[in-house]
């Protein structure tokens, strides 16, 4: 499947991509400090050491599955919308229960997003590659959708914001990121709102970094 705008291609996991994501999980690493961090810090009681031959046993399991166009797909690889269609990261999503909590089985969905190339920052894809997550959700016959980060992640709160989410939980002091507790936030988007954050951004009126 195949999703696109004036600046950005949201597709299929490809065999290559799956090279792109071990570098950026050893190599260009830096996301990785705004992303769950505590995830990838070894002094964390949440801390997930990075396995590049599970990891590559993973994506290949994905490649074998086969999906129609029709098949609701839950994460899509990030392109510019370029001649070279260069792969600069990806969106997901997973469940989350009543309680804003993760949950394979919870009704609703949250959404992420990851760009790593530095070079590929603040120039709108972000904005891009999630309006076009959020419309194939809600194409999909979902009413709402959400998305979680943490209190010290600026970029992505502005993001948030950008896109017309509101606030729906606050965990306060969850997260201990390099030796600071932040609140754990979520926040909820529905289509009437997307709608609204859209026009308003077409018309001028958010100013904000380009994300």
Not at 87 to 105: A, K, L
Not at 112 to 140: C, M, N
């Amino acid at each position: 499947m195949r999703l696109e705008n004036d600046k950005v291609i949201l597709r299929d996991m490809i065999a290559s991509d799956a090279d792109d994501r071990v570098r950026w999980q050893t190599v260009e690493t830096e996301w990785l400090d705004w992303d769950a961090p505590w995830e990838s810090d070894p002094a964390s009681l949440f801390y997930a050491p990075f396995d590049e031959t599970a990891y590559r046993a993973l994506c290949a399991q994905r490649l074998a599955r086969a999906r129609g166009e029709r098949a609701m797909r839950v994460s899509f690889e990030i392109c510019v919308n370029d001649a070279r269609e260069t792969h600069i990261g990806w969106c997901n999503s997973y469940g989350i229960d009543e309680e804003y909590r993760f949950s394979p089985t919870g009704r609703r969905r949250a959404i992420g997003i990851d760009i790593p190339p530095l070079e590929a920052r603040h120039k709108g894809y972000a904005t891009a590659a999630w309006t076009l997550f959020i419309d194939y959700f809600f194409s999909q016959g979902l009413r709402e959708v959400y998305t979680q980060t943490w209190s010290g992640n600026a970029r992505v709160l502005g993001l948030i914001q950008k896109l017309g989410f509101a606030e729906a939980d606050c965990k306060p002091g969850a997260r201990l990121v390099r030796g600071e507790y932040y609140d754990a936030l979520t926040f909820r988007l529905d289509r009437r709102a997307f709608r609204s954050a859209a026009r308003l951004r077409k018309n001028g009126g958010f100013h904000a970094t380009q994300l």
